[in-house]
């Protein structure tokens, strides 16, 4: 059962702040190819000159006019600037804080959320979200026109951060049919960031209790609500279905994982340019920051994600790198973390270092960050480096670089894009206590860079699961063995996991040329099973589900209709 429309909303629409960008973005193309200009994205009008957004101004035009006349909500429509280019509906929800009460008490008086207890970018959400389902409802009104039969509709909601828009979607036009895909759960996540075990306690936590232990009852319930209340719910690997099953007394009724798309990835002699330029990049501000010269033969590392400490592993990816410096390798090694966190901007003496053309013969301050941290002092990553005296001097061989910066080609020391910088690396390490997908060693792969990850990731899960049997024989490894690294993780292991790292870097010191192609090229072959062509499938039948409950639905209330 294919849907006629699809109306998709998430935060990260023409909005690059996490990885839900990453899962919509490359995921338009192939839905381009099999609806053409059915799929409409819905995201927040947060940036007026949007290099991710391309107005298109005539494009429903009366419609546009209807939002501001009759709902009071500003829309632009254009396309989304990505591969396969989809349609686009941004939404300025700022009008909506005046009626914020008014919202809430629907909320609280149709599905009990209590959002008086809401707090931080709890507000910013609801608001967003409730204005999705206003242009949705609006929109699906506008397209079916005075078709007869109305054309099958898909609502799809990601996050709890879009759960009111599901909810409002839910009780004011209730023929659309919603799926809603949690990425993570709220408490799940917090109760790993606030340095709780999860997964050998996870039978004994109780989602309620522990929303209101950790204080975010409002987001937990919100969450929860649309969970239950939506037509078809999703999780994106088994790990989180078992965490929601737990914690939101929800199972979820199909698993639906993270693709990637290859248009993303150069190929042939650009990919050779691309990775050339990468690396030249990478260790010129290397050199720069440090004041030491870095041979062009130098093995890079990197690992990168949103700036959670422990549940992103940064903090065992830094035991790791200063494990390998204790083991004195011979090669020299540069290790990046790419993490964004509160910085000031771009660092001046390393800009006017970078203008330069000779290095300089002695390390800038702190010669760990590219950008200035507003806080050092308390800075997790900041402070763990000096507790563990990286110098970062010409005598060590083993450099570690935090660069604090969101990489869109803009950020004043690499102004080159994140892909245009990881294709660059020859090994990444994402060594995740708590990563419902992972999306980082994913990116990864594609871009033909071997990667360490853990199995309490869900994408290591699934690649340990597409491995078996890829190669048999003891002098021909799985393949998964050859482009990711699945280490063991749990609750308690963590120097178990940082030796389990250092030894893997130590080993890939030594390889030739000629082993690094072969994990590169396994590498690669292993993303393209997860290309978006092999697990569009999974969201075909979650519409279908969808869809096929909205209708039984529908003949309940037609029926129920009649007897009155």
């Not at 150069?266 to 010129?284: C, E, F, N, V």
Request: glycine share 6%; charged share 25%.
């Amino acid at each position: 059962m294919i849907p006629d429309f699809i109306f998709e909303t998430s935060w990260e629409v023409c909005n690059k702040v996490g990885g839900i960008y990453t899962v919509l973005s490359t995921r338009a193309a192939t839905l381009q190819t099999l609806l053409k200009d059915k799929t409409v994205f819905i995201g927040p009008d947060v940036k007026p000159d949007n290099p991710d957004f391309l107005e298109e101004k005539t494009l429903w035009h009366d419609w546009k006019k209807q939002m501001l006349q009759k709902l009071g909500l500003p829309v632009r429509v254009g396309r989304w600037n990505v591969p396969g280019q989809p349609l686009v509906v941004l939404v300025d929800f700022q009008s909506l804080y005046a009626k914020k009460h008014v919202i809430y008490f629907e909320m609280w008086e149709k599905y009990g959320i209590d959002s008086t207890v809401g707090y931080g970018d709890y507000d910013e959400s609801c608001m967003f979200a409730y204005a999705s389902g206003m242009v949705m409802e609006s929109l699906y009104n506008f397209l079916k026109g005075g078709q007869t039969p109305s054309p099958r509709v898909i609502a799809h909601f990601n996050e709890w951060t879009l759960g009111m828009g599901l909810l409002y979607v839910h009780s004011h036009v209730p023929d659309i049919a919603t799926v809603f895909t949690t990425h993570a759960t709220s408490v799940g996540r917090s109760i790993c960031g606030n340095g709780k075990p999860l997964y050998s306690h996870l039978e004994s936590y109780n989602g309620d209790q522990m929303a209101q232990e950790l204080n975010m009852v409002a987001k937990h319930t919100l969450e929860k609500k649309a969970a239950h209340h939506a037509d078809c719910f999703t999780t994106v690997s088994e790990i989180t279905g078992t965490e929601c099953e737990q914690l939101l007394d929800k199972a979820q009724d199909i698993i639906t994982p993270n693709g990637f798309e290859a248009d993303f990835v150069p190929k042939g002699a650009a990919y050779s340019r691309k990775r050339t330029a990468a690396r030249k990049a990478l260790i010129k501000v290397a050199e720069r920051l440090t004041g030491t010269s870095i041979p062009d033969d130098a093995f890079l590392i990197s690992t990168s994600g949103r700036y959670e400490y422990r549940n992103k592993g940064l903090d065992v990816f830094i035991e790791s790198i200063n494990r390998v410096r204790q083991a004195n390798p011979e090669r020299a090694i540069v290790a990046y973390i790419l993490v964004p966190a509160w910085m000031k901007g771009a660092r001046e003496d390393l800009q006017e270092r970078l203008q330069q053309k000779k290095a300089g013969k002695e390390p800038l301050y702190a010669p760990f960050y590219t950008h200035e941290l507003v806080q050092p002092n308390t800075d997790p990553i900041s402070d763990y480096l000096y507790y563990l005296d990286f110098t970062n001097w010409q005598d060590e061989k083993v450099k570690i670089v935090f660069v604090p910066s969101y990489l869109h080609g803009d950020d004043g020391i690499f102004n080159q894009p994140y892909y245009d910088l990881l294709i660059g690396m020859d090994l990444t390490v994402y060594p995740s206590y708590y990563e419902p997908w992972g999306y980082t060693p994913l990116e990864s792969i594609a871009f033909h860079v071997p990667t360490i990850t853990t199995d309490l990731a869900g994408f290591g899960i699934w690649a340990k699961h597409s491995g078996k049997g890829a190669k048999k024989g003891a002098e021909k490894r799985a393949e998964t063995n050859l482009g990711v690294e699945i280490v063991k993780r749990t609750d308690d292991n963590y120097f178990e996991v940082a030796e389990a790292i250092k030894k893997t870097i130590l080993a890939r010191l030594t390889e030739s040329k000629e082993q690094l192609l072969e994990r590169q090229e396994a590498a690669l072959s292993l993303s393209e099973k997860a290309s978006w062509t092999h697990f569009i499938h999974y969201y075909l039948e979650a519409y279908a589900i969808a869809l096929k409950k909205d209708s039984k639905k529908s003949r309940k209330q037609n029926k129920n209709s009649i007897k009155l």
